[in-house]
Structures are given as C-alpha cells and as structure tokens.
Nanobody, 123 residues
Framework: QVQLVESGGGLVQAGGSLRLSCTAS????????VGWFRQVPGKEREFVLA????????YYAGSMKGRFAISRDNAKNAVYLQMNNLKPEDTAVYYC????????????????WGKGTLVTVSS
C-alpha cells in the first residue's frame, strides 16, 4: 500500500507561482509513474500532467503545457508540480496519483490517490 500526501497548496494571487509536493510512504514509489489531477467542485477530475518512474518523460494535458511543470526526486520519494503564472481558473483541489509501471498510461488506471491539496488563485 502506497500512501500519497500532497502539500504546498494555498492562496496565491493571479500571476503568482506555487510548487506542490507529493510524497510517498514507500520506497517502491520510484517504480510508479505519477500524475497530477485537479478538480473543481461540481466538475469532473481533470488530468494535469504526469511523469514516468525514472523522471525522464513527462505527459501533459495540452492546456497546461508552458505554465506547469512536473519533476521527481526518487531519492526523496517525491514528485513536484511547479505552477507558474497562475490564473483564477486554476483554482481547484490538486491530487497526486500513482500508476503502477514505468510509463504513464492515459487510460488513467490509477492504483493510489492522495487526498488532495487546495489551490486558490485570487484575481
């Protein structure tokens, strides 16, 4: 069982930046591809971006590329989401998700979810 814990959310003004972290309880985290999703109340959960297990390949939703970036440090059992030039429409709960295997599958067969961290962007 892999437990994922997100942190780094909070309130930021439009145009600002935040870095979210996803840390895992197990060293086997390095064998999982990891992604970030976000969800606004009343809407479906939306894929943001993902990274393969080694950190050598990233996967983006088209609208996120350029402002958001993902990275990981397997020595720290951590994956990061760097968000720049934030907009009010980026306000959401951001979730970390782990998918077994080295590559990310856009079928979203998620094995583990974190509980999420709230990001609020004020205008």
């Amino acid at each position: 069982q892999v437990q994922l814990v997100e942190s780094g959310g909070g309130l930021v003004q439009a145009g600002g930046s935040l870095r979210l972290s996803c840390t895992a309880s197990e060293r086997t985290f390095s064998t999982y591809a990891v992604g970030w999703f976000r969800q606004v109340p009343g809407k479906e959960r939306e894929f943001v971006l993902a990274i393969n297990s080694s950190g050598g390949k990233t996967y983006y939703a088209g609208s996120m590329k350029g402002r958001f970036a993902i990275s990981r440090d397997n020595a720290k059992n951590a994956v990061y989401l760097q968000m720049n030039n934030l907009k009010p429409e980026d306000t959401a709960v951001y979730y970390c998700a782990a998918q077994m295997g080295s590559s990310w599958s856009m079928d979203y067969n998620i094995n583990y979810w974190g509980k999420g961290t709230l990001v609020t962007v004020s205008s």
